[in-house]
């Protein structure tokens, strides 16, 4: 059944939220499957478990700790989401956008939204971080918009533009991080997917035509409302594997092995985080 939520519920939260740390941040961090190690580097933090937040929805897969940590990274103030939730595990596409709901009523102005994802571009290879550029919606194609329903022109436009979609000046700036630090950092568009189920050949051979380079299950829909409430937003995919058009008898695609990859890309997508926040703290 589809949710819509009040402002008056945005509000509940994050009162709660404000109720309940010192800290105002201004950036916003959501952390996908296996990356959730990067929550370990925020100073003088405080945490509070998503099941304690009003109208908060809970993860349900290995790897989303499912808490906020609310702290300092690289002398930028912060709310870092330690897990999401995602469409496939049942809950309406309003509820898997609620966090994003709170951080802009909080005052979040940047959103960095992270996740492991299936190489597409043949030229990847697992353990790399891919800048988004751009996404492909197939979710809101076919009619699952978390902007589905009633909208409230304070949270946001009727219609909001999504041809920058990705912040410009926050991925110049990642380059320049990325360069600066050695982190190889490849660019690129994510498509974004329903799931549960990993992709069939046929899939794959589709999606690199429509010009994907990655391929996910969460994100689009976060990205959508963040932009909606006109945050800015950076977005890195982790490789955890690279997909095949034709795969190897035996050949299978697992949840472990994406979380095995995390292990890789954690210290890189760390330094490349810390990076652009240094400079959006200056």
């Known amino acids: 059944m589809t949710q819509f939520y009040t402002r008056a519920q945005y509000e509940e939260a994050a009162d709660y939220i404000r109720q309940r740390t010192r800290h105002r941040p201004k950036v916003g961090l959501v952390l996908g499957s296996g990356?959730?190690?990067?929550?370990?580097?925020?100073?003088?933090?405080?945490?509070?478990?998503?099941?304690?937040?009003?109208?908060?929805?809970?993860?349900?897969?290995?790897?989303?700790?499912?808490?906020?940590?609310?702290?300092?990274?690289?002398?930028?103030?912060?709310?870092?989401?330690?897990?999401?939730?995602?469409?496939?595990?049942?809950?309406?596409?309003?509820?898997?956008?609620?966090?994003?709901r709170v951080m802009?009523?909080?005052?979040?102005?940047?959103?960095?939204?992270?996740?492991?994802?299936?190489?597409?571009?043949?030229?990847?290879?697992?353990?790399?971080?891919?800048?988004?550029?751009?996404?492909?919606?197939?979710?809101?194609?076919?009619?699952?918009?978390?902007?589905?329903?009633?909208?409230?022109?304070?949270?946001?436009?009727?219609?909001?533009?999504?041809?920058?979609?990705?912040?410009?000046?926050?991925?110049?700036?990642?380059?320049?991080?990325?360069?600066?630090?050695?982190?190889?950092?490849?660019?690129?568009v994510y498509v974004g997917l329903g799931g549960p189920s990993f992709e069939t050949p046929a899939d794959i051979r589709f999606l690199r035509l429509i010009g994907a380079d990655a391929v996910g299950m969460s994100t689009v829909p976060e990205v959508t409302v963040a932009r909606h409430g006109r945050l800015r937003v950076l977005g890195v995919s982790g490789i955890s594997n690279v997909l095949q058009a034709e795969p190897q008898p035996g050949q299978e695609t697992s949840h472990e092995e994406v979380l095995l990859a995390g292990q890789q890309i954690v210290p890189r997508l760390t330094a490349l985080i810390l990076g652009v926040l240094a400079h959006l703290a200056e």
């Open 104 to 188: 802009q009523v909080l005052g979040i102005e940047t959103l960095i939204v992270t996740n492991a994802a299936g190489g597409l571009n043949p030229t990847f290879r697992a353990g790399e971080l891919m800048l988004i550029a751009d996404h492909i919606n197939f979710m809101g194609m076919a009619g699952f918009s978390p902007l589905l329903g009633p909208n409230d022109p304070e949270l946001g436009p009727r219609f909001p533009d999504m041809s920058q979609a990705y912040d410009p000046e926050l991925r110049r700036l990642a380059r320049q991080v990325a360069r600066e630090g050695d982190i190889p950092l490849h660019e690129g």
């Open 35 to 100: 990356l959730n190690p990067l929550a370990d580097a925020v100073q003088a933090a405080q945490s509070i478990p998503y099941h304690d937040i009003p109208h908060f929805p809970q993860p349900t897969v290995e790897g989303h700790v499912g808490r906020l940590v609310l702290g300092q990274l690289a002398g930028a103030s912060v709310m870092v989401m330690q897990g999401r939730v995602h469409f496939y595990e049942g809950y309406p596409m309003q509820q898997v956008v609620f966090p994003i």
